[in-house]
Nanobody, 123 residues
């Protein structure tokens, strides 16, 4: 079992950048990792995912070219670099871990979730 803690959220102007971190309580080298987000009044949606090794990544079309996921297994931390932020990126961002897969994008397959960090992008 692993506990996940997100940090790095905040208020930023449109066009700005933020870097989110997801710190795990244990080793994450055997977990597929992902980021999801939930905007007010909307369902939680997939943002990006990274394989155990970090060699494979995938992104939602809405963030492709602007967001970058990475991981440092030695530090048990996953990052989400968000550039060129837009007001529609405003949401609570969640980190998730899947202990059974090498690479995962399906929300229901993730086993562990963080508490979320708020990202607000002003226009």
């Amino acid at each position: 079992q692993v506990q996940l803690v997100e940090s790095g959220g905040g208020l930023v102007q449109a066009g700005g950048s933020l870097r989110l971190s997801c710190a795990a309580s244990g080793r994450i080298s055997t977990y597929a990792m992902g980021w999801f987000r939930q905007a007010p009044g909307k369902e939680r949606e997939f943002v990006t995912a990274i394989s155990r090794s970090g060699l494979s990544t995938t992104y939602a079309d809405s963030v492709k070219g602007r967001f970058t996921i990475s991981r440092d297994n030695a530090k048990n931390t996953v990052y989400l670099q968000m550039n060129s932020l837009k007001p529609e990126d405003t949401a609570v961002y969640y980190c998730a871990a899947d202990e059974n897969s090498y690479f995962q994008t399906r929300e229901y397959e993730f086993d562990y979730w963080g508490q979320g960090t708020q990202v607000t992008v002003s226009s």
